[in-house]
């Protein structure tokens, strides 16, 4: 048992937990956790360089084996919700002919004028029309006719 390796895994795991709490990004936690059981195995007459291999094997199959089903719980949509998504299924009102085909379009929805297209490539809406949100790509509202 050599001081300075118990003193160097302690600090590390302390690190790597810190810095995944700050970023919430799920890659230092399991560096963190192979520092973690490198530090058990500082407390045994272990060579450093063994504690090196049990850090790195341990870090890699913790991230190989649990990362892909911990993105899946946290974020099972696979899409980042944001505000603007509370818009989809409102009705909004046509501020500028929407005309895919030409390009242009703009609607006014809960407050905000947005550009818009329609769903459907053939569709016209004429100024004042009231239309449905389907969804959103990047700053555009994708609308169609309310039923």
């Known amino acids: 048992m050599v001081l300075w ?4 895994w302690a600090v590390l795991t302390v690190v790597l937990i810190g810095a995944e ?7 230092s936690v399991w560096f963190g956790a192979g520092s973690l059981v490198a530090f058990v195995s500082s407390f045994f007459a272990i060579d450093f360089y063994v504690q090196i291999i049990i850090f790195i094997a341990v870090s890699i199959i913790l991230l190989l084996a649990t990362r892909p089903f911990v993105k899946n719980f946290l974020n099972s949509s696979g899409h980042v919700k944001t505000n603007a998504d509370s818009i989809i299924g409102k009705s909004c009102v046509v501020t500028e002919e929407v005309n895919s085909l030409a390009g242009t379009g703009r609607a006014f929805v ?12 053939n569709a016209i809406f004429k100024e004042k029309d009231v239309c449905e949100v389907i969804d959103i790509q990047g700053v555009t509202l994708i609308v169609k006719a309310i039923n």
């Open 110 to 121: 809960d407050g905000l004028s947005w550009s818009a297209k329609s769903a459907d490539n």
């Open 5 to 8: 390796h118990i003193v160097f």
């Open 21 to 27: 709490i700050a970023t919430v990004h799920l890659i």
